[in-house]
């Protein structure tokens, strides 16, 4: 198997990824009850380490899932587990869980604790050349500001959106009043001029948003506020961030090309500042 080589920790133990399991009893199995992280190295080194502990503390206070760990033994499982395994950049995911549960609703004892490590899988480079192709779909997310495991309706909109268009990258969710939020797994900005506008209310306060909102304004004018449906249309640019994607352009919403059909160079010289920076962030490490 492929991730035969890889280890994880699972609960208080290292094993081999293909033994990695929880109980069928954790409320994350029978409740979709758990948050979880989603970072990658530079340099091998965790990027924004800090940023998103503090965003899993968050996610799990507001869940109601008390975190017995502080930041530094999460550093260390996540730090132990980097080093078992040793890739050239990973990706990280740290997942916590409601813990076990006699009856299947009361957590009986301590929430679960998963670390993850994979090598970085890097989107294609066309994705990054061309842009990609989103669609929207109407939906409220639960509990926005918090980072559940809970996608199901990320999942039957991306199912929905390749079943007519097998090259979507990703869907936006519009939410009832006809405002983009963002998407399944990433933000989203647009373009207007030199004017730079990504929603502020209904989301996940991405890492990656932020720091692209630092480097922006050095540049742009930047509006954190509503960006309606019909107005994502018209923008001249339009791209999406996540801690993997980084800054990906869009060059087409709902089969509606954006600008001239590709990359815009504001979205280029973005995502080259965004390089610099974990370039630098990387080089620091050695
Ligand atoms: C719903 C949602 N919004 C935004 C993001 C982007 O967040 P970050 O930049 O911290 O990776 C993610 C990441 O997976 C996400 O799941």
Known sequence: MASADRVWYVNGAFVPADDAVIPVNDLAVQRGYGVFESLRTYGGRPFCFSEHLARLRRSAELVG???PWTEADLRM?????LRRNDFPESSVRILVTGGQSDGFFNPAGR?????MVMPVRRNPQAYYEKGVKVTTT???RFLPEAKTIHYIPGMM???????VDPEVVEVLFVDRDGQVTEGITSNVFAFYGDNLVTPKEGILYGVTRQLVLDLAREHYAVQEGPLRRQAIYLADEIFITGSVKEVM?????DGRAIGWGGPGERTRQLANLYTEMTT???QKSI
């Open 138 to 140: 109407e939906m409220d």
């Open 77 to 81: 499982v996540v730090e132990r587990t």
């Open 157 to 163: 909109a991306m199912q929905e959106a390749r079943a």
């Open 111 to 115: 929430p679960g604790l998963i670390v």
């Open 249 to 253: 352009p869009v060059r087409a919403v």
């Open 280 to 282: 630098a962030f990387a």
């Open 65 to 67: 899932i008390p975190l």
